[in-house]
Antibody
Framework: QVQLQESGPGLVTPSETLSLTCTVS??????????WAWIRQPPGKGLEWIGSVYYTGTTYNSPSLKSRVSISVDTSNNQFSLKLSSVTAADTAVYYC??????????????WGQGTLVTVSS | DIQMTQSPSSLSASVGDRVTITCRAS??????LNWYQQKPGKAPKLLIYAASSLQSGVPSRFSGSGSGTDFTLTISNLQPEDFATYFC??????????FGQGTKLEIK
């Protein structure tokens, strides 16, 4: 049973870079059967896909955040990471790392970390 | 972007009721539609994938249907633990995923 755990600062200063890491346990991040994603949820609001990464390092990011987002993978430590630059209060949210199942007929988020609240404030 | 619109935004029901939540896509997405349940302070949980496939371990009172642009999530015989917020999500556009705004299901 794959488990995911987010880690990183809970408070980030405006204009700085938000950095989070997701540690994957119970399975290999290098499987070709799935890939990995970051999703966020501002307090009291809906869900927003930020971006995804394959174990090869290939990434895909949301167009609305693309210029500020960097996602990377560290297969040796079974981790993947998110960096979001030039943050503002609008980036305050719970950030989830997620496993994405990708089959011939479906793609879905089948395993989620518990989430970590990141607040942007001075 | 493909926009996903859920209705209603909120819903009151009683234990034992049958409820239906709808999700409409702004363009056809075949059956690339998933449903999630989220309880306060918790991460979302996958219920239904590919419009109608029940995720392992999810009770059979949850069912999904639809194709193209219109989809429904039905919960039969509502249980106390089913009161939560439900989100639909499209995965038609590879790696350009979007969610509905959510439907909050409350106890009447």
């Amino acid at each position: 049973q794959v488990q995911l755990q987010e880690s990183g600062p809970g408070l980030v200063t405006p204009s700085e870079t938000l950095s989070l890491t997701c540690t994957v346990s119970g399975g290999s991040i290098s499987s070709s059967s799935y890939y990995w994603a970051w999703i966020r949820q501002p307090p009291g609001k809906g869900l927003e896909w930020i971006g995804s990464v394959y174990y090869t390092g290939t990434t895909y990011n949301s167009p609305s955040l693309k210029s500020r987002v960097s996602i990377s993978v560290d297969t040796s430590n079974n981790q993947f990471s998110l960096k979001l630059s030039s943050v503002t209060a609008a980036d305050t949210a719970v950030y989830y790392c997620v496993k994405v199942a990708d089959t011939s007929r479906a793609r879905y988020f089948d395993c989620w970390g518990q989430g970590t609240l990141v607040t942007v404030s001075s | 972007d493909i926009q996903m619109t859920q209705s209603p935004s909120s819903l009151s029901a009683s234990v034992g009721d049958r409820v239906t939540i709808t999700c409409r896509a702004s363009q056809t997405i075949s059956n690339y539609l998933n449903w999630y349940q989220q309880k306060p302070g918790k991460a979302p949980k996958l219920l239904i994938y590919a419009a109608s496939s029940l995720q392992s371990g999810v009770p059979s009172r949850f069912s999904g249907s639809g194709s193209g642009t219109d989809f429904t999530l039905t919960i039969s015989n509502l249980q106390p633990e089913d009161f939560a917020t439900y989100f639909c999500q499209q995965s038609y556009r590879t790696l350009m995923y979007t969610f509905g705004q959510g439907t909050k299901l409350e106890i009447k």
